[in-house]
């Protein structure tokens, strides 16, 4: 069952690639070309609605991201496990509070800190589009996220999609090195004007999560 967002998403997708098509009126090869090129547009974003199908996300939205999470559980769970607190000020125990808004707004502080170090340890700062942040309830509700992107199997802690400008993480299997890995990759192909090989990119992002704390 698709989601309001996710059924007007997929219709203005097929609505673009329809009118395009009615306009053709000869075949050649760029026209063959400027088709596929539609169509393989239209399969990824069936394959991002897929990936979310029958999950019902809550936005949190901080300065630098926009984290999906499915229920308050999810989201004191990742906040237990996302055990970074710069400054002279802690962040672990905000869900002891009663004040849900003081909850969430200590949250956004955290996520913000670990993007903004990740900056600072790249040396990578401009203003980018917000990275959105999906949090899955344990290994195998994101192993199903990632059969239904890319149709196939494979055991993987977290991953960063540049497509979809998504992190895909869950809270059974999170700390925040493993959170700011994947800010850096997002950092990495946003930042440069060129997006680096995949292996220079990994380089890279395994040096912030060991230097997260330096």
């Known amino acids: 069952m698709l989601t309001f967002y996710e059924s ?26 400027c088709n596929f090129f539609f169509l393989s547009l239209l399969f990824l974003c069936i394959a991002e609605v897929r990936a979310t199908d029958a999950i019902l996300w809550k936005s949190l939205e ?16 990742f906040n237990d496990k996302v055990d970074y607190s710069p400054g002279e000020w802690g962040l672990k125990g905000l869900f ?29 700062r401009k203003r980018m589009k917000k990275v959105t942040i999906n949090i899955y309830h344990n290994k195998n509700q994101l192993r199903t996220a990632y059969y239904n ?10 991953w960063y999609l540049y497509e979809h400008n998504t992190i895909y993480i869950n809270v059974d299997d999170l700390h925040e090195g493993i959170l700011a890995h994947e800010m850096a990759h997002s950092i990495i192909d946003n930042y440069l004007s060129v997006r680096p090989p995949p292996a220079s990119a990994e380089i890279l992002a395994r040096y912030v999560d060991k230097h997260l704390f330096k």
């Open 8 to 33: 007007i998403k997929f219709k203005s997708t097929i609505f673009v690639f329809m009118s395009i098509k009615n306009h053709i009126k000869v075949f050649s090869p760029s026209i063959i070309c």
């Open 62 to 77: 901080t300065r630098h991201t926009i984290i999906h999470y499915q229920s308050m559980s999810d989201l004191k769970r």
């Open 96 to 124: 002891s509070s009663s004040n849900a808004n003081m909850a969430m707004n200590g949250i956004k502080k955290k996520v913000d800190a670990v993007y903004e170090r990740v900056q600072q340890i790249l040396d990578m």
């Open 149 to 158: 992107i890319f149709k196939r199997n494979r055991r993987i802690r977290a």
